[in-house]
């Protein structure tokens, strides 16, 4: 018995779809359908055909891009093309790329089997011999290219850099300074702790809590007056430094450079001072608190 010839017909109507279905399957041929050009090339790769229908208009792969990667990979296979919507410059294109022939629709009957016939015949004419299929390129998804990165975080990326290369040993001068206030704060802790079990000095500790409050008072009120023109200056100098920047980036980039040791030795001068209020709190909280009830 002889082997039915397996036609693909490639169309997103199905209508169009059936048509050929109905026609070629009482005529020994096996019908198989694709809606799409990307399905199409996936059962090229997947099995052997003899003759490929596909309409010219399509979502996604049209028609013409069908057949120009088919006649690619497996010239042997002909390709008929099917349209609606005919121009001298797809007709132009599709010959180029070897299509056996064109249907313009409207379709009949006859049409459609005739040219199943004739486009076999002249395939067995050629005595092309059989060799095994090569796969067709699939549908590649378009590659987005990464967006350049900002001429301004670039330019961040360096600035950052050399702040913090010219700091670097302001940062190291300041954790030497700052570890024998360290060690002193944890003794004290625990000294604290050992001092918060017994009632009598949790009401020494709260005296003396007092007593430094109330002779520290007018020291961090005279500090607080002393610290706020600064503060306000800092807080105008940023302000305008955002606007200068906006306009200026390559100033404000200098600026920030010159500035960025009198900022490392700031905090260097007042780190000290900030670690050793910090642990005087946290020494004073566990001092004043209470044991927990056996």
Same mark, same amino acid.
């Given at each position: ?145 990464? @967006? ?38 944890? %003794? ?74 009198? %900022? ?29 009830? @056996?």
């Amino acid at each position: 018995m002889e082997a039915l010839k397996k036609v693909l017909i490639v169309d997103d109507d199905p209508v169009v779809s059936s048509s050929f279905d109905r026609v070629l399957s009482g005529k020994g041929y096996a019908v198989i359908k694709a809606a799409s050009g990307a399905e199409a090339l996936e059962k090229l790769n997947a099995e052997h055909y003899d003759l490929v229908y596909t309409d010219i208009r399509m979502p996604g792969m049209s028609g013409i891009e069908v057949a120009e990667r088919v006649k690619a990979s497996q010239p042997w296979l002909p390709v008929v093309i099917v349209t609606g919507f005919g121009s001298e410059e797809n007709e132009a294109r599709a010959t180029a790329a070897g299509v056996s022939a064109f249907l313009h629709k409207p379709l009949s009957p006859e049409m459609i089997e005739d040219s199943a016939a004739e486009a076999l015949r002249a395939t067995e004419a050629k005595e092309t011999p059989v060799v095994a299929p090569a796969p067709v390129a699939p549908v590649a998804e378009p590659a987005v290219a990464p @967006a350049p990165a900002p001429e301004g975080r670039k330019s961040r990326g360096f600035l950052t850099n050399v702040v913090l290369f010219l700091a670097s040993p302001f940062i190291g001068l300041g954790y030497l300074l700052a570890l024998p206030f360290v060690g002193f704060g944890m %003794i004290a802790m625990l000294v604290g702790k050992a001092l918060a079990a017994n009632p009598k000095a949790q009401r020494v500790g709260r005296t003396a809590k007092n007593a430094t409050l109330f002779v520290l008072s007018p020291f961090i009120g005279l500090a607080y007056i002393l610290a706020f023109p600064f503060v306000g200056l800092a807080l105008i100098a940023k302000v305008v430094g955002k606007a200068i920047g906006a306009k200026y980036p390559k100033v404000a980039g200098a600026a920030k450079l010159v500035v960025a040791p009198f %900022i490392g030795l700031a905090f260097i001068i007042a780190l000290p001072f900030v670690g050793l209020v910090a642990i005087a709190r946290m020494a004073i909280k566990v001092a004043l608190k209470k044991p927990a009830a @056996a």
